[in-house]
């Protein structure tokens, strides 16, 4: 069987009410969390797509990178897969997707998600640590179009109401504990606890970078759905 080949698509069109401002903007070793994500796409996904709201503003991006944004804002990554998956060449069959808040995602994991891919193709292939699946780190086949569209269309936005109907794939610990032992690529960031233990895990400086204020909003009491991730 040809080996894939694959696009990008980094979803960053969620509200972050918990982190209280912009995922995307959040500074990342010298950079900000949008772009660190879109350096370790780059020469592994071609081209790349961020699907974003309309009122989200974005970082500087490269000129290869494709923004496309959905009519109406905060629709949910369902909505963010389906325009980026549209906004790819028609000869992208299928893309490595990821939500901004996972800055341990590396080319290593991505690469690994390619390699299982091509040995075992499926319509939607998924991040797992054995307790839950993580649908916004993994592979999606064009394929899953009509189905996401048609969940859309009846207001179904959860991202497993699209794994449930399509072929789907989990990656068990033991295929990438090797790669990732920590278990950090599966790590998302939703509150500003989050954010600063990830800088602390990362740069072991307690406190946070210039330019991000100290007093981050506290997380709300709201708890999301099971199973959701808010990216």
């Known amino acids: 069987m040809p080996q894939q080949t694959f696009g990008g698509i980094v979803l960053c069109g969620g509200q972050s009410r918990r982190m209280g401002q912009p995922k995307a903007l959040l500074p990342w070793q010298d950079t900000t969390l949008l772009q660190h994500l879109l350096q370790q796409f780059g020469g592994i996904c071609s081209p790349v797509v961020v699907a974003t709201s309309p009122d989200l503003a974005l970082p500087e991006l490269p000129p290869a990178v494709i923004v496309c944004c959905d009519a109406t804002a905060y629709q949910g990554p369902l909505s963010g897969?389906?325009?980026?998956l549209d906004a790819l060449p028609t000869n992208v069959e299928a893309a490595c997707v990821a939500a901004c808040d996972l800055p341990f995602?590396?080319?290593v994991i991505l690469e690994r998600l390619m390699s299982l891919w091509n040995r075992q193709p499926c319509e939607a292939l998924v991040m797992s640590d054995a307790e839950r699946w993580q649908p916004l780190l993994g592979i999606y086949h064009r394929s899953v179009l009509p189905v996401a569209r048609e969940?859309?269309?009846?207001?179904?936005?959860?991202m497993f109401d699209l794994l449930d109907r399509v072929h789907t794939v989990a990656v068990a610990p033991e295929q990438w504990l090797d790669i990732d032992p920590d278990r950090m690529g599966l790590r998302n960031l939703n509150s500003p606890d989050d954010y600063l233990?990830?800088?602390q895990r990362q740069s072991a400086t307690p406190s946070p970078p210039k330019g991000i204020p100290a007093d981050l909003p506290a997380a709300t009491p709201a708890v999301p759905k099971?199973?959701?991730?808010?990216?």
């Open 151 to 158: 969940l859309l269309a009846t207001g179904q936005r959860r």
């Open 226 to 231: 099971p199973g959701t991730t808010n990216p």
């Open 197 to 199: 233990a990830a800088l």
């Open 81 to 84: 897969l389906v325009r980026g």
């Open 105 to 107: 995602v590396t080319p």
